[in-house]
C-alpha cells in the first residue's frame, strides 16, 4: 500500500514533466542583426494619391431594352 502511495506522485511529476516543452526538433531562436529595425512613415507624411480621369470609352452604356416590341394585329 505504501509502495503504491509513493508510485502515484512519481508518475504525476514524469507525466508532467513529459508533457511540457516543444515537440519535435529543437529550435533556436534567431540570431540577432546589427540592423536597425524599418519604420513605416506616418501617414501625414505620404503624399496624396494621383488620380487618373477615366475615359469616356469605358463609360457603362445604356441598357439595352428587353421587352419585345407589340406585334401587329394580323389576324
Given amino acids: 500500500m505504501k509502495t503504491t502511495l509513493r508510485l502515484i506522485p512519481a508518475v ?5 514533466l513529459a508533457g511540457c516543452g516543444n515537440k519535435g526538433a529543437l529550435v533556436h531562436p534567431p540570431k540577432p ?3 536597425l ?6 501617414v501625414d507624411a505620404l503624399p496624396a494619391p494621383a488620380t487618373m480621369p477615366v475615359p469616356a470609352s ?11 416590341p407589340p406585334a401587329s394585329g394580323g389576324g
Avoid: F, K, M, Q
Fill in 12 to 16: 504525476a511529476l514524469l507525466a508532467a
Fill in 33 to 35: 542583426t546589427d540592423e
Fill in 37 to 42: 529595425p524599418v519604420r513605416a512613415a506616418p
Fill in 58 to 68: 469605358t463609360a457603362p452604356a445604356a441598357p439595352a431594352e428587353t421587352t419585345p
